[in-house]
């Protein structure tokens, strides 16, 4: 007797497959384009010269003088690879001295490193709740949160993007559960680039008994006087209890930190799955991230916060100024906070594909995100600028897109 079902029919039939394929045959898929040069603000894409504004380079240091000597002189001294977990023999120096800075950095007991951002807020949030928790999360956290939240097996309660009325209710309802409670929000969302009003956020969960995570994936080495992120920029580090972080956007490099109580994070070490059982950052990852983190918390760091966010700012209005439906900067307290991803909406998935070509054709690479990346109906260029964009970089951008939308077709 065989299965009625085969298990690959849904990879062989699924419901945009058509779509995939057209656009296939179109030579407009956006995604797995090959880089064939270093990372900037131009770069080498198959074959030719782009202007980049689709990096999570924001501060440009994957192409720092300092930082890739830092990443050749741990490949020299450690070799090209650990081959073991942090939780073995994939523990060095390192490691050990970078948790030290970053934690320093962020003003915490202690900070742990995971090979990537994605087993970051996995190792955490998967190893902290358990069956008869609840954990309450916005609609719109990045996937790691959004799987590390199934994976736990936790009660889940979301509440619709920065809604926090409905937070509030969330919290009311956690509160017969039974279990602990932990909110988790971005503190900068990746697609919309828009902040959470965090402040607000950590009133509630005080009022209710929660903890509070955030992810600043994409606030730290950006937002606040010491690049810690949005906690910091809105003044409630004391009142967030956990503050994930990458290496992979603004620290030039590739792996993820849990930032928070020395016990909470030892407790971390000796339970996360995540952890222990992932083979550790490669050495020349680990070199190029603390030598990044350095020059982050330096004078030359300030500046380069100041350039980045002028230059979406400038992005911004821009593209406003064309008539693009950009999503605007958030206001939280009375003050205007940009962030490096500034996004222009289109609405329909194929009028975007169709536009993301012409810029690719026209020399400029930016994210396309369509469904399930965003809502249905919600499509959207997702460009994000870098500290190392020039005026001119940018105003060739719009230049590009004014034509870009001019050649298309009429609805």
């Known amino acids: 007797m065989t299965t009625a ?53 924001y501060l440009g240091l994957t192409g720092n003088q300092r930082v890739k000597d ?78 590390a939240v199934q994976m736990s097996r936790a009660r889940i309660r979301p509440f619709r993007h920065n809604r926090l009325d409905k937070l509030e209710q969330m919290l009311g ?41 955030v992810d600043e994936a994409h606030g730290a080495g950006v937002l606040g006087a010491r690049g810690c992120g949005a906690s910091e920029l809105l003044g409630v580090e004391d009142k ?37 059982f992932t083979a550790s950052a490669v050495p020349a990852a680990v ?34 100024s064309l008539g693009f439906d950009v999503i605007p900067a958030t206001e939280i307290d009375g003050r205007t906070i940009h962030t490096p991803i500034v996004p222009a909406l289109i609405g329909d998935d194929w009028k975007a594909a169709l536009m993301w070509k012409v810029l690719y054709d026209a020399g400029m690479y930016v994210n396309l995100a369509i469904y399930p990346a965003v809502q249905r109906g919600g499509a959207l260029m997702r460009t994000s600028v870098m500290a190392t964009h020039e005026k001119e970089h940018l105003d060739r951008a719009l230049e590009m897109f004014d034509a870009a939308r001019a050649s298309l077709p009429a609805e």
Request: aromatic content about 6%; some cysteine.
């Open 5 to 57: 079902i085969d298990l690959f029919d849904k990879a062989r039939n699924h419901e945009r497959l058509e779509l995939l394929r057209a656009a296939q045959d179109a030579d407009m898929v956006p995604y797995f384009r090959t880089l064939e040069g270093e990372a900037g603000p131009v770069v080498r894409m198959e074959g030719r010269d782009r202007l980049m504004l689709g990096s999570n380079n």
């Open 70 to 147: 830092a990443a050749r002189a741990a490949l020299d001294e450690y070799g090209t690879a650990l081959t073991g977990s942090r939780f073995m023999n994939g523990t060095i120096p390192l490691h050990v001295a970078l948790e030290e800075e970053l934690a320093e950095w962020m003003g915490t007991d202690d900070a742990i490193v995971f090979t990537a951002g994605y087993l970051a807020n996995v190792g955490c949030i998967g190893t902290l709740l358990d069956p008869g928790d609840t954990v309450i999360c916005d609609s719109g956290d990045h996937a790691s949160i959004l799987d």
């Open 173 to 213: 309802r956690a509160a017969t559960d039974g279990g602990g409670v932990l909110v988790v929000v971005d503190g900068v969302f990746s697609m919309e680039g828009d902040v959470a009003d965090l402040p607000r956020i950590a009133e509630l969960c005080s009022a209710h008994g929660a903890r509070l995570m």
């Open 240 to 276: 967030v209890d956990i503050r994930m972080g990458t290496f992979s956007k603004s620290l030039a490099s590739c792996g993820g930190f849990i930032a928070g109580p020395g016990d909470v994070l030892e407790f971390l070490r000796y339970q996360s799955r995540a952890f222990m």
């Open 287 to 320: 070199g190029a991230a603390r030598e990044a983190l350095r020059i982050t918390r330096s004078p030359e760091g300030a500046e380069l916060f100041e350039r980045v966010l002028d230059n979406a700012r400038y992005l911004s209005e821009g593209l406003a």
